[in-house]
């Protein structure tokens, strides 16, 4: 029977050129998994179905384009498959490999453009070395710091929760360990950059950037307690952790580029931290009773604190910039300036029956833009530089799920989107007249379906 669904799975991957399809065989176990997604609804600006945040709302009898009109849309380019690997034991561990693509295409440029969805594209890429007490990753999975990953398989909305420490994947090499019954830590090293569609700098193999010349990566580390006395629903239990990351970012300038246009002539560089520290955890404050979830309730969430996060937050963070407004020049030196971000999300689940429940999340983030940031030079006049630089974000999602077997789950769900930006839209037409309002209000609802295999 496996060798029959391998086959099937080969045939089915080489479609185009099925007259060259073989058989696909393993020498160890290997296990396909994955779902079929898909997701169908209508959003209050035309906004596709990744929409993150709120585009701003029209200025008196101006209006803004993405504000002016609603959108439809159906997807199904979430769909995932994964492939689990057992191999032979090594220094006297369990070991394993997972693979993990998607088709939503996002990785293969900087956003999910159209012509990039249906791609498919990588999500993991690990192996895994599994002792008694301690684990060892190799490879691409979620960095540790700030996951909490209680919406899996659930949230219709893709960038549901995405500005808020949803978290991000990345090469690393981390090692966990658990110690004193109910305790564990984790230390590792994480790329300093976003691998996939991401900057691809000068080279067309490998990321070049304001992180990667740093030249070093960015550090993690973790320490949490758990307990099963409280109960569990699923395969959660109680926890709490406290995580963070340290990095370093190398910004290189010319003291001279616009005074004379030579970005060449005394060149400099100069260090910037980043660093983030999140509190997570998972709270069975009814917890199911002999496997069955019914009266469940759960409470779970992150808030966080961080200079700098970069990929690890999504588009809604902001980067290091010069806020010294003679920083060109006359030769003076670059005032650089991180603004930081604090925020978090929490989640409410309640089980009406075993197979049908409501999950309830509010997130909010917010960057410390200072009013220079946001108006550029400080002049009413003309438009400021940074005015599409999100300042806050607010994402309250409301979502009904029912399970009609351990293959299928239908959702229905409802989302209120609030963005507030850090200057207004200024006319090009008119000077010193707005066109769009510092903020703006989104909202969707779908119904989307998982089939899980």
């Known amino acids: 029977m496996k060798k029959t669904v391998i086959v099937l799975l080969a045939l089915f991957l080489a479609l185009p050129a099925v007259s060259f399809a073989g058989s696909a065989t393993s020498k160890w176990d290997m296990t396909i998994g994955g779902y079929v997604k898909f997701d169908m609804g209508w959003g209050s600006q035309a906004q596709g179905q990744d929409a993150y945040v709120a585009q701003r709302k029209g200025w008196g009898p101006f209006e803004t384009a993405a504000d002016q009109t609603g959108n439809f849309y159906m997807y199904g380019g979430e769909t995932r498959l994964n492939f689990l690997v057992k191999?032979?034991?090594?220094?006297?561990?369990?070991?394993?490999?997972?693979?993990?693509?998607?088709?939503?295409?996002?990785?293969?440029?900087?956003?999910?453009?159209?012509?990039?969805?249906?791609?498919?594209?990588?999500?993991?890429?690990?192996m895994q070395f599994d002792w008694a007490n301690t684990k060892l990753l190799i490879g691409q999975t979620w960095q540790k710091w700030g996951v909490l990953p209680t919406y899996a398989g659930t949230i219709l909305e893709y960038n549901g929760i995405g500005p808020f420490l949803k978290g991000s994947r990345q090469p690393l090499v981390r090692v966990e360990q658990n110690f004193a019954k109910n305790w564990n830590w984790a230390l590792g090293v994480i790329s300093s950059a976003n691998t996939l569609g991401s900057d691809p700098g000068s080279t067309p193999t490998g990321v070049v950037n304001s992180y990667t010349k740093s030249q070093l990566p960015f550090f993690e580390g973790s320490i949490g307690w758990t307990t099963d006395k409280c109960g569990s629903i699923g395969p959660w239990q109680m926890l709490f952790n406290l995580e963070g990351f340290y990095g370093r970012q190398k910004m290189t300038y010319s003291f001279l580029d616009s005074l004379i246009g030579d970005t060449n002539l005394l060149r400099g560089d100069k260090d910037v931290n980043a660093y983030g520290i999140a509190f997570k955890g998972f709270i069975p404050i009814i917890p199911e009773k002999k496997g069955n979830k019914q009266g469940a309730l759960s409470l779970s969430g992150v808030v966080f604190y961080a200079q700098n996060p970069g990929w690890f937050m999504g588009p809604a963070t902001t980067q290091t910039y010069n806020y010294n407004p003679y920083g060109g020049y006359l030769g003076l030196y670059p005032a650089y300036h991180t603004p930081t971000t604090y925020g978090g999300w929490g989640q409410l689940s309640y089980w009406f029956t075993d197979k049908f429940y409501a999950n309830g999340w509010f997130g909010y983030t917010r960057n410390n833009l200072s009013s220079y940031y946001g108006n550029g030079d400080g002049s009413f006049f003309g438009a400021p530089v940074n005015a599409n630089a999100i300042q806050n974000t607010t994402q309250v999602i409301l979502n009904l799920s029912y399970d009609v077997n351990a293959a299928i789950r239908f959702g229905i769900e409802g989302a209120y989107f609030n963005t507030r930006y850090a200057g207004y839209q200024m006319s090009n037409l008119i000077p010193g007249v707005p066109v769009g309002q510092k903020d703006g209000t989104y909202y969707t609802v779908r119904v989307g379906a998982f089939y899980f295999f």
């Not at 440029?109 to 159209?114: D, E």
């Open 87 to 126: 191999g032979p034991d090594a220094w006297g561990a369990k070991t394993s490999a997972f693979i993990e693509g998607h088709f939503r295409g996002n990785e293969t440029s900087n956003s999910a453009t159209a012509q990039n969805q249906g791609s498919f594209t990588l999500r993991h890429a690990y």
